[in-house]
């Protein structure tokens, strides 16, 4: 079922293709757009929710369409591991951290980035100033949350470089250990976690907040990746993806009533508990996190070699990987060279 | 504007008006007081529910924290037997009915030192008790209901969750429990048990209030637990209401909610169930953080009020309505007749005696004033017809007046020059009477070929009377003269005449000469008359001595005697009545015979017409706007000669 067709059938897909692409040179551009829609699939790390909210509106404004696609967006979650997924040719597209991504390759399953949608790291600790923390040095010997694995590889760097000790608690799921004072500093994703500890009832000006970008510690998170050998079959479909998912984004912050409709319908489809007010924030800090307002120097979608360095630099400080993966293998920047 | 708007409508306003207010003022203390009244009887049956509901929970979770704290003090001092906590979590899960599931958690290595995880879990699931172990897989230590007492070190309530497998509302209570490990007292694990809420949901959903009020309960984090809107339950909080309504004082309500406080929302909660206002109290529960909300809405707790204030509002207005027919009525009752004298005024003035007026049929003020106003008509109506009769006759008398006017002009002569084939001599002469009928007059005719005979004369008094007895002396005057008489005799020959029968003692001035043209002598009497001018050629003026002799008409014994005087060529005598002399200006100054002579002096042109007229010009202008008192006459002759021979 999520197989796509050009899979199943490669040879004949190949003659299809080859008989579209001849019959495409005499023809208008509306009949071939229409006669080579290519299926493809699609995964986003979680659940439906608004920091998915591009690759939804996209699909159902018929975005995917105009550029050939016909696609398939399969429901995340914690049992639908994209990179998994991936790998095992389950699906066409999916969306990962840039740091998972790096050392997933140099691990040996070659992913390609061919958008970076989040620039900025979404990923930050919260504390309470009435536990009297107002500054980094404040966290000095404080009870600090975290979660695992790439999670924690800025915690660490900050802690590191502003040299503090704390005691380590594991996070859980929910930010409850915080919210009763179990820990001092909490992990939070900033479109979130941050608001649902607003939303138990603490108001912002009783948080300090620590982003990492803000102390030269940013990581771009949710990019779209597709294995390298798939991309290198069919480079055209990969770029139209990636520019089609860009134009979601941009449709979705530009009618964002419209597109938290569309979000709340793939969430009560996928059975997940819907708040409005939740996602509305959700989306609003995705517009922060993909379209930060003092990087207007970066194109929506791309990655920096310096982010990307910075992130693989602190990935091998960890020993998480031995070697960073060649920047022009690992992206290919094609959302530009897509067309409809 | 209101100045000009009759008072019918002024009263209506004002009495309308103030007694708008004075109710508006009575309506508003009594709908706030009823308002307080029935606020401080909800707030006591709202105190009460709330106790009831809260003590209700508290008594359903009390009871079941019991059970864990019990187990953990007996485990701080039993031996680490595994089928001892089997049998005790089996009796736990099976004695409870509101208890669905126990577990007990041993921190990592604590129950066995080779063993990381360790934590029997009995659960009710498919009507029977299940077993089984919380392994890796799980990892309960990042869980919420293990990590929070074991990071507080303390029992807590943790935040409801759906059951796995069902829609069935849980929460957990967690109590940590302590072992003694090389002599210090330190947390071995934590042990929990799984309460299902829908008993608890059915306390809270039991609060009915009138029609649509209702209870909900949140936990410690805000989150809806129960609500009778199932799609907010564990999916919003408080707060994300608050968001969503922007309404930061349900923000600030709420987290005095979630802080424990008890108390009353100071605004109107908007009811998420009909969107109607509420008035919203609520409290904690104490022992899980909770707090329960409770919601009257206003409208319906107010209903019994408001419908009394509506009718009250409705009796108010009938009673304005009626009070400002009232005030038209009466208003009415005045204004009417008022109006009614006003149009009768009108028509009166206009000279319509015979209006009808309204009927008298109080006797107030109006009717007081109505009766005035009929005597007055009748006052005028008489009046008016007395002034018309008297008018009348006046204007006859006037027109009659007027008539002896023109007689009496008539019978002087009027015509200058009169002689025109004589040129012996001038005469010019005028008069102006200070009524239309005077008793001055002039007279000149020629009694023979040679002798012109003139006269001017002043009737003692004025009027009718006087011009009837100038007429008399003039006509007796001239009948004399023409029997050739000398002066002295005509006068005393009128003079005996008219004191005969003279019942009226009036008298007569009389001046009468006769001048012979060719010679220029004049003969003359003066009975009692002002004493002519004579001007001479050369320019000299004088007055003629007083005769003293006496007014004409007085004494029949008189005896008057002529003098003549001489009149050269060029020579002329001025002639007047004392209407001249003394005419009077506005500060009762009078002309006087000096001014008259002096104005007689200073004219160069001799001419008899213009002199006379100059002469009259300087009286008039002397006298000024102030009425003339006297018949005014003057006549002058100037003598020429005969210039032919």
Known sequence: MHNSRIKSHPISAFLFLALTVILCSFSTNLFCAEATLKNASFIPQWSPQAQFAGYYVAFEKGIYKQYGIDLTIKTGGPHSVPVDLLEKGEVDFGTIWLSTAIQKRSQGIRLINISQIVQRSALMLVAKRGRGITKPEDINGKKLGLWRDEFRLQPLAFLKKFGLHVKIIPQSYSVNLFLRDGVDVVSAMWYNEYHTIMSAGVNPDELTSFFFHEYGLNFPEDGIYILEQNFKKDPAVACNFAKASIEGWQYAFKHPDEALDIVLKYMAMANAPANRVHQRWMLNRMKDLILPEDDKGIAIGTLSEQDYLRVAGELRRNGLISQTPEFGDFYKECAKHAEK | ?645
């Open chain 2, 1 to 645: 504007m209101l100045k000009n708007k009759g008072i019918a409508f002024k009263l209506v306003l004002f009495f309308t008006l103030s007694s708008a207010c004075i109710f508006a003022a009575i309506f508003t203390y009594n709908y706030f007081v009823s308002k307080r009244m029935i606020a401080k009887g909800i707030e006591e049956n709202a105190g009460n529910l709330i106790m009831t509901t809260t003590n209700k929970i508290e008594t359903m979770l009390s009871a079941t924290q019991k059970v864990p704290e019990n187990i953990a003090y007996f485990l701080e001092n039993s031996t680490n037997d595994e089928q001892e906590l089997f049998q005790v979590l089996y009796a736990i899960v099976e004695k409870n009915p509101e208890i669905y599931g126990a577990a007990i958690a041993f921190e990592p290595y604590a129950f066995r030192k080779d063993k990381e995880f360790f934590a029997p879990y009995f659960y009710k699931a498919y009507g029977a008790i299940n077993f089984k172990y919380l392994d890796k897989h799980y990892n309960y230590f990042l869980w919420d209901w293990y990590q929070i007492p074991r990071e507080l070190d303390q029992p807590q309530w943790i935040e409801p969750y759906f059951g796995e497998g069902g829609g069935i509302l849980m929460s957990s209570y967690s109590v940590p429990f302590y072992k003694k490990v090389d002599g210090k007292r330190r947390v071995a694990g934590v042990i929990v048990v799984d309460i299902s809420l829908e008993s608890l949901r059915d306390i809270v959903s039991s609060i009915k209030i009138l029609a649509s009020g209702y209870g909900f309960l949140i936990s410690k984090n805000g989150t809806f637990v129960t609500h009778p809107i199932k799609e907010l339950i564990m999916n919003e909080t408080i707060f994300t209401i608050a968001e969503a309504r922007e309404d930061t004082k349900l923000r600030d309500v709420g987290r005095k909610m979630i802080k424990g406080e008890k108390g009353v929302a100071p605004m109107w909660v908007k009811s998420a169930v009909t969107g109607k206002s509420c008035w919203m109290a609520y409290m904690p529960i104490q022992s899980s953080g909770w707090s329960l909300g409770v919601l009257f809405p206003q409208d319906e707790l107010m209903e019994d009020i408001t419908n009394l204030n509506q009718i009250v509002l409705f009796l108010g207005i009938t009673g304005l309505v009626l009070l400002a027919v009232a005030v038209v009525f009466i208003a009415r009752s005045i204004t009417g007749p008022l109006r009614h004298m006003a149009k009768a005024t009108e028509h009166i003035g206009a000279g319509n005696f015979d209006i009808e007026l309204p009927p008298v049929k109080t006797g107030d003020e109006v009717g007081k004033l109505s009766e005035a106003f009929s005597f007055m008509r009748e006052s005028l109506k008489e009046y008016i017809s007395e002034l018309t009769e008297a008018t009348a006759s006046r204007e006859r008398m006037e027109s009659e007046l007027k008539i002896a006017h023109d007689i009496q002009m008539g019978i002087l002569p009027k015509k200058f020059p009169p002689y025109p084939e004589r040129t012996e001599f001038d005469i010019y002469a005028m008069i102006k009477p200070a009524r239309e009928i005077g008793g001055d007059f002039y007279d000149f005719f020629f009694v023979d070929d040679e002798q012109l005979c003139f006269v001017i004369a002043d009737v003692s008094g004025k009027g009718i009377p006087a011009a009837l007895f100038m007429a008399l002396t003039k006509t007796l005057i001239k009948a004399k003269a023409t029997m050739g008489l000398t002066t002295d005799k005509i006068i005393s020959r009128v003079n005996e005449d008219l004191c005969i029968g003279n019942d009226m003692s009036m008298f007569v001035t009389i001046f009468c000469g006769m001048l012979n043209v060719k010679t220029g002598e004049v003969q003359y009497t003066n009975g009692g008359h002002n004493p002519p001018l004579l001007i001479k050629g050369n320019g000299d003026v004088s007055y003629f001595e007083m005769s003293g002799e006496l007014l004409v008409g007085a004494m029949e014994e008189a005896q008057y005697t002529s003098r003549s005087v001489m009149l050269g060529r060029g020579d002329s005598l001025f002639l007047y009545t004392d209407g001249v002399t003394e005419a009077m200006n506005e500060r009762n100054e009078l002309f006087s015979d000096e001014r008259l002579l002096r104005e007689l002096s200073g004219f160069q042109d001799k001419n008899t017409e213009h002199l006379v007229s100059a002469v009259m010009q300087q009286i008039v202008e002397f006298t000024g706007s102030a009425p003339q008192s006297d018949d005014i006459t003057m006549m002058m002759i100037t003598y020429k000669g005969n210039q032919i021979s």
